[in-house]
């Protein structure tokens, strides 16, 4: 742990990414406390002080029915943190099996896992992300469910390529030789070496996962109004640009700040857990 805290803080870029993380956290679980205006994360209107430039009374203005957007920014980021925890802990998990299996295995069970990841990466992610919320009614569980069903295979590919790989090493025959089940050998032998990988690559998805899911809400496809999310709240200000510019200026700031600092964060942990680029 030591020894990770000393590379993270010798690399200034992670660092910062580092912080900004926490800060960002810190923010969304602590939103109801830190909130200048809790109430306004929901169906609430205040026309006396709606469409308002940023001031101290409202640091970052208000929308158009008078809420204000520092509020609904800091529950904005529990929602889009909470669904990135959520589609990242059901596809790399899903797609470190089929890769797995697909990785040692080899033969039929390689061809068919690898042919259907094919199938999957072969369709642009917002793309099919967008093909299965135009059927499904556009809530929150939904938009998990189809960031979840566009982000498994590149888990999939990952692992299966680190698989393939290590199924030549000395210690896979060494298991093999003495008898070892194929559960053992993938499971115990082959996993823990692909662990690095797959965490890091958790800390940068983080950030693309949110930016999907913004992209879904962005256009109308992802968390539904009054909810407060960073796509929706973009796509509601960018038809007032540049009058009341402070409506789309301040989510999208919000969401490039947590896009930048999983980035950050990610790069650092790929130093610290000494993965290939």
Not at 126 to 142: C, H, K, R, W, Y
Request: aromatic share 10%.
């Amino acid at each position: 742990m030591i020894r990770a805290f000393r590379i993270l803080a010798a690399n200034p870029l992670s660092l910062i990414g580092f912080i900004l993380v926490v800060l960002i956290v810190f923010a969304a679980v602590f939103a109801p406390w830190i909130a200048p205006y809790p109430t306004h994360n929901g169906a609430v209107v205040d026309f006396l002080n709606n469409n308002r430039p940023p001031s101290a009374q409202n640091w970052m203005g208000t929308d158009l029915v008078g809420r204000d957007i520092f509020s609904r920014i800091l529950y904005a980021y529990q929602i889009s943190l909470g669904l990135g925890l959520v589609v990242l802990a059901i596809a790399p998990p899903v797609g470190t099996i089929v890769g797995l299996l697909a990785g040692y295995m080899g033969g039929w069970v390689e061809t068919i896992l690898m042919r259907l990841v094919d199938v999957f990466l072969s369709i642009p992610p917002l793309v099919l992300a967008i093909a299965m919320m135009g059927v499904l009614e556009p809530t929150l569980t939904n938009a998990m469910l189809a960031v979840t069903v566009m982000w498994w295979p590149w888990y999939a590919r990952l692992v299966y390529s680190i698989a393939r790989s290590e199924r030549e090493e000395g210690y896979v025959l060494a298991a093999e030789v003495i008898g070892a089940s194929s559960f053992h050998i993938a499971f115990r032998e082959i996993l823990p070496n692909c662990l690095p990988a797959i965490l890091t690559k958790m800390t940068l998805d983080m950030g693309f996962v949110i930016i999907i899911a913004s992209s879904l809400s962005f256009l109308g496809l992802g968390v539904q109004p009054p909810t407060p999310d960073l796509g929706s709240m973009v796509a509601e200000g960018a038809r007032y640009l540049p009058d009341s510019w402070w409506l789309t200026v301040f989510p999208g700031l919000a969401i490039l700040l947590v896009v930048f600092g999983f980035n950050l964060l990610g790069d650092g942990l790929r130093e610290i857990l000494g993965v290939d680029e």
